[in-house]
């Protein structure tokens, strides 16, 4: 497998590139907000991109999704979400030959957030980031939010976290890292606590001096 994390612009944003050995196979995963340094990427290695999806349809995360679908429409592009155009159901697997990459639903960031495990990877989009998580909007969001970052602790901890922005102390981390580490993910057993926190995060970052 190649497995590529891209700095694309915005706010911190990483997109991903994931292709088979032989560069034959590929998936483009959040291409914004600057999709022409993802395209950059693909052209210098060789790659034939066959897939394109969203870890949710927030614009700094599928705004770079024209751009891809025009440079890439004649490999007969399939575009995978959850809101437009093809259903990413949970457990839904796609192939890039030897390369599998599974869609695990995480609503609460948004409805219709999604991960893509590939191999001992899982790219999280704003679900999970190094040490933080995903904004929400109401009690239910963060309601789902909790329930979908529960499901992730279930991963083998040896299981490796892409998030979609560069917000923690470094890019990428482990499930296990984030389990001892992420005060989240360490109120997990209690939702009244979990949600405290939510509500509390910018006074805690700084009691807890975290940027």
Known sequence: MIFKQIRSGGDRNFSY?????DKQAACVIDPSPDPGKVIEVIKAEGIIVGYLINTHLH???SGGNDAIKKEYEKNGLFTV???REDLATDG?????KEVSLKIIKT???TSDSICVLAGNRLITGDTLFVG??????????????FNSLKKLTDL??????????????KPSSTIKYEIENNPFLKRLGDFKDFLWLKQNWAAY??????A
């Open 17 to 21: 590139l994931v292709s088979s050995q």
């Open 59 to 61: 614009y700094d995360h």
């Open 81 to 83: 979400n959850t809101s």
């Open 92 to 96: 839904m697997t796609i192939s890039l």
């Open 107 to 109: 609503p609460g960031h």
């Open 132 to 145: 933080k998580i995903g904004g929400t909007y109401s009690r239910h969001d963060a309601e789902e939010e």
């Open 156 to 169: 083998p901890p040896s299981t490796e976290v892409w998030p979609g922005h560069d917000y923690g102390e």
């Open 205 to 210: 970052k700084i009691e807890h001096g975290i």
